[in-house]
């Protein structure tokens, strides 16, 4: 085996176990805030919590992804269905802190594509689809360039771009760009909308 593909093996293998127990300490650690959320949500928005949803992961393939619930069940007389409480908890990313458990599970990773909705596996080109070559992240490439602020087809070359690229410097890179695109609260949503508009599929040139 070539010295450079047994070096990525490695890098690969540095990364997944890192992973796991970077994550593992950080629900640790992050318990208290875990259930101050949760009592937040609870009262806030009612039962359930928690928000369970299929995504697709590495190679396509899905597992169950798990966050804070920031939606009402239904809409609101305002007409919204995203809450002031949802909109803080996303402001802060802090509806993401249950996917650390997705990552302890070896679903996810710290760094990668975010996962998608599984409807949007047949709307892909061929080369978007390569997004799928890694594990799906906790943040990304995409997100320190904009997060749901960018159009589909940058975010998803975006994608493509750190799969290409992929180092375990390059993922210590975006982990500490990411605090700073939290703490800024830079690109939380898209224009005119309150989360990233449906993706339908690009428009391929003949």
Not at 89 to 108: A, H, K
Not at 195 to 204: H, L
Request: aromatic share 8%.
């Amino acid at each position: 085996m070539p010295p450079a593909v047994e070096r990525h093996r490695f890098a690969r293998a540095v990364k997944a176990v890192a992973d796991r127990a970077i994550a593992a300490a950080a629900l640790v650690l992050a318990a208290p805030v875990l259930a101050l959320v949760a009592v937040a949500v609870r009262t806030g928005l009612g039962r359930p919590v928690l928000f369970r949803q299929t995504r697709p992961g590495l190679g396509a393939r899905p597992f169950v992804l798990v966050k804070f619930r920031t939606m009402r069940v239904g809409a609101g007389g305002d007409g919204e269905r995203l809450t002031r409480l949802g909109r803080f908890l996303r402001s802060c990313s802090l509806d993401e802190l249950p996917e650390l458990w997705n990552v302890v599970r070896g679903e996810m990773s710290l760094v990668g594509p975010r996962p998608l909705l599984t409807q949007y596996l047949d709307r892909y080109t061929p080369e978007q689809s390569r997004r799928h070559e890694v594990r799906p992240g906790l943040t990304g490439w995409a997100q320190v360039h904009g997060r749901n602020a960018v159009s589909w087809d940058e975010r998803l070359a975006l994608d493509v771009w750190y799969v290409d690229h992929w180092s375990l410097a390059l993922d210590a890179q975006i982990l500490a760009r990411t605090l700073w695109t939290v703490l800024s609260r830079r690109g939380i949503t898209a224009a005119g909308s309150d989360s990233m508009p449906e993706f339908r599929g690009s428009v391929v040139s003949p």
